[in-house]
C-alpha cells in the first residue's frame, strides 16, 4: 500500500529553521514531481513547492529563497528544509504525489516567540 509520511515539525521560534522529512513506502514516487503543501488555520491549502523527476525544483514566491526542496532516492524521502520561518510560516505541512493522487496526513509547524 503506497503511504507519505511527513515528519519533522515543531514549534520555533521566527528566524529559526527546521527540516521536514515525507518517506514515501509501498510506491515508485521518485519517477515522477512530488509536491509540499501547507494548510492553514482556515483550511487553506497554499502550495510551497515542486521537485521534478530530474531534480529541478519551483517554489511559490512567498518562499522567498528560504526553503529548499530536496530528495534522497536511496532513504526514499524527499526533504523541505526551512530557513528564517516567520509566523505566517505556522501550518501544517503536507508531501503529494500527484502521480498516485496520494496525500500524507502532515506534520505541523508552529513559528511564534
Known amino acids: 500500500q503506497e503511504q507519505l509520511v511527513e515528519t519533522g515539525g515543531g514549534l520555533v521560534q521566527p528566524g529559526e529553521s527546521l527540516r521536514l522529512s515525507c518517506l514515501g513506502s509501498?510506491?515508485?514516487?521518485?519517477?515522477?514531481?512530488m509536491d509540499w503543501y501547507r494548510q492553514s488555520r482556515e483550511n487553506q491549502r497554499d502550495w510551497v513547492g515542486r521537485?521534478?523527476?530530474?531534480?529541478?525544483?519551483v517554489y511559490e514566491d512567498f518562499v522567498q529563497g528560504r526553503f529548499t526542496i530536496s530528495i534522497d532516492r536511496a532513504k526514499k524521502t524527499m526533504y523541505l528544509q526551512m530557513t528564517n520561518l516567520k509566523p505566517e510560516d505556522t501550518g501544517l505541512y503536507l508531501c503529494?504525489?500527484?502521480?498516485?493522487?496520494?496525500w500524507g496526513r502532515g506534520t505541523q509547524v508552529t513559528v511564534s516567540s
Open positions: 503529494h504525489s500527484a502521480a498516485y493522487a496520494l
Open positions: 509501498g510506491g515508485d514516487f521518485w519517477r515522477w514531481s
Open positions: 521537485i521534478f523527476s530530474n531534480g529541478s525544483v
